[in-house]
C-alpha cells in the first residue's frame, strides 16, 4: 500500500516563504499527477497547484505569481514554493496524486500553514 509523507508546513509571517515537499512511497506507480489541495476552516477543499509527469502545471488563479509547484520524477516527490504568504493562504495543505490509467488517488495526511503577524 502506497502512502503520501509530506513536510514544511508552518508559522510565517504575511510575505513570508514556506517550502512544501511531499514523498510517495510503496507500492505507487505510473503517477501521472502530483499536487496540493488545502482547505481553511470552515471553507471546501480547494486546488492549490498541480503538475504532470510531462511538467504541465495548473495554479489557482489565487496563487499564481506566488506559488511555483514543481517535482522529480525519480524521487516521487513534488514540492510547493509558496512565496510572499498572506493570511488568506492559512490552511491544512494536502499532497495528491493521481496513477495512470488506473486513475487511483491517493492523499497525504495534511500539514498546516498559518500565516500569520
Known amino acids: 500500500q502506497g502512502q503520501l509523507v509530506e513536510s514544511g508546513g508552518g508559522l510565517v509571517q504575511p510575505g513570508g516563504s514556506l517550502r512544501l515537499s511531499c514523498a510517495a512511497s510503496g507500492n505507487i506507480f505510473n503517477i501521472r499527477t502530483m499536487g496540493w489541495y488545502r482547505q481553511a476552516p470552515g471553507k471546501q477543499r480547494e486546488l492549490a497547484a498541480t503538475?504532470?509527469?510531462?511538467?504541465?502545471?495548473n495554479y489557482a488563479e489565487s496563487v499564481k505569481g506566488r506559488f511555483t509547484i514543481s517535482r522529480d520524477n525519480a524521487k516521487n516527490t513534488v514540492y510547493l514554493q509558496m512565496n510572499n504568504l498572506k493570511p488568506e493562504d492559512t490552511a491544512v495543505y494536502y499532497c495528491?496524486?493521481?496513477?495512470?490509467?488506473?486513475?487511483?488517488?491517493?492523499w497525504g495526511q495534511g500539514t498546516q500553514v498559518t500565516v500569520s503577524s
Open positions: 503538475i504532470t509527469s510531462a511538467s504541465s502545471t
Open positions: 495528491y496524486l493521481r496513477t495512470f490509467p488506473s486513475s487511483s488517488t491517493y
